[in-house]
């Protein structure tokens, strides 16, 4: 992905906006049934709901709990039911993989570490399982407990990407003092400095930006009156720009991409190869996955998919699994985030019904064969200079290192020799 100004941002932007009105025309559920082979396998990975902002600025006049209706960050009522309609969307598509009544060995359930998340499943859940049968345990209440799978988010290296990864770190350190990435981060100086002097915040970088942009977002959502100088700059293609480019940032490159996005793809390609072999066990047929829009932006760009935008709430990839009648397992991709129907995606080099391995094969480059190693900051992962000067200083070090050793025995040895001789002398006199 290039660095573009704001007007090919914009044009970018209605392309896209035009391809999707196009395809949605054709239909993309015509899409579906002519896609090759049986469904057997949907991998789902979705964003939460409608939130409240997670952390107003410190001139916002909102900056007040009384006006929201739940906590910061907190998923709100309007939230659960885009999911409880989006549990029903997903029950209408996978009836095929589901039975009406849960099944945990149908079913696997994952969500990230935050409440907003974990309630996102829930209410999702309670949309694609609505208790029938021996499922209903009271009859008051259309809803039944289904778990929801986590993991600390400092220990998440999939789906979270928090967990600590220093090669990250420093290939995003590197990236961000690129030419290129200085040039543009130049262009948005006087941006970010209006920003910073009016919301009482500083804010240095695209991220920065984004993270103030989604809380004028969320209280126009919620009719709040902004002030003055934030209508100036909301909704304008520069803010917007600034904004949108902040999703992209963490998979800029492959390398990035590979560390950040590459465990949660490998875990998905590697769970849709090991079905199609028939040693998932046990032998589910959907797996899902809620977490944010982060989450979707590194996964699509990774894929080579995205197109610069803030996935929206619900904002959703499916990964489909299907098999023709000669047993070959071929993979389609789909993101459905406000449109009724989800938009097939056209696999760079593959089209929209890619074989399995030829999945593998495309995105090889950011598949991590074992992460953690790569994570570290050795050898492996420093150029051919920082290499040299790494394996320089630690043979500088272990020359010291022996030359103590060797000056520490030499003093010991002719210590004990010059007793030996003064004690002898002793014994002659």
């Known amino acids: 992905m290039m660095l573009t100004n704001d007007s090919c941002y914009c044009l970018r932007a209605f392309v896209f906006l035009l391809l999707s009105i196009c395809c949605l025309e054709v239909g993309s559920a015509d899409v579906q049934t002519s ?19 997670v952390d107003p600025y410190p001139t916002d006049p909102w900056n ?3 006006y929201w209706p ?5 998923l709100t009522n309007r939230g659960k039911l885009q999911h409880y309609q989006l549990g029903k969307w997903l029950r209408s598509r996978y009836s095929s993989l589901l039975d009406t009544k849960f099944d945990n060995e149908q079913i696997f359930v994952q969500s990230t570490d935050v409440d907003r998340t974990l309630m996102s499943a829930e209410s999702n859940l309670a949309g694609l399982y609505e208790p029938v049968g021996d499922d209903v345990w009271n009859a008051q209440i259309k809803w039944q407990p289904i778990p929801v799978h986590t993991i600390p988010e400092k220990e998440d290296a999939m789906l979270a990407a928090k967990a600590p990864c220093p090669a990250f770190d420093y290939y995003l350190e590197t990236f961000k003092n690129s030419d290129q990435f200085q040039s543009l981060l130049a262009r948005y100086k006087k941006l970010f400095y209006y920003l910073s002097s009016n919301s009482g915040r500083v804010v240095k970088s695209f991220i920065d930006a984004q993270y103030l942009n989604n809380t004028l977002f969320i209280e126009t959502l919620y009719n709040k009156t902004l002030p003055v100088w ?8 520069e803010l917007t720009y600034a904004s949108n480019f902040a999703f992209s940032i963490n998979t800029h490159t492959r390398q990035l991409a590979r560390l950040k996005a590459g465990p949660l793809l490998k875990d998905v390609l590697s769970r849709l190869e090991t079905k199609h072999k028939r040693q998932l066990k046990p032998d ?18 990774t894929l080579k998919l995205f197109q610069l935008h803030s996935p929206p709430y619900t904002a959703c990839i499916l990964f489909e699994l299907r098999v023709d009648d000669k047993d070959a397992p071929f993979v389609s991709v789909f993101y459905k985030n406000t449109t009724a129907e989800p938009l097939p995606m056209d696999i760079p080099g593959c089209g929209v019904s890619c074989p399995l391995s030829k999945m593998f094969q495309l995105y090889d480059d950011v598949l991590p064969e074992n992460w953690a190693d790569e994570c570290k900051r050795s050898t492996l992962t420093m150029t051919y200079e920082e290499a040299n000067l790494g394996a320089a200083t630690g043979i500088l070090i ?7 050793l060797v000056s520490y025995g030499l003093m010991i040895y002719y210590r004990r020799r010059d007793y ?5 002398y002793a014994q002659m006199a």
């Open 230 to 237: 934030a209508q100036k700059v909301y909704g304008s293609p």
């Open 70 to 74: 739940t906590g910061w960050g907190q």
């Open 420 to 424: 030996k001789v003064h004690n002898s």
């Open 398 to 404: 272990g020359i010291i290192a022996i030359l103590l």
């Open 284 to 301: 589910r047929n959907v797996f899902i996955y809620s977490a944010h829009d982060t989450t979707v932006a590194n996964l699509l760009n």
């Open 35 to 53: 896609l090759p082979g049986e469904l057997k396998f949907a991998h789902v990975i979705y964003r939460h709901g409608d939130r409240m902002p």
């Open 64 to 66: 007040d709990r009384k």
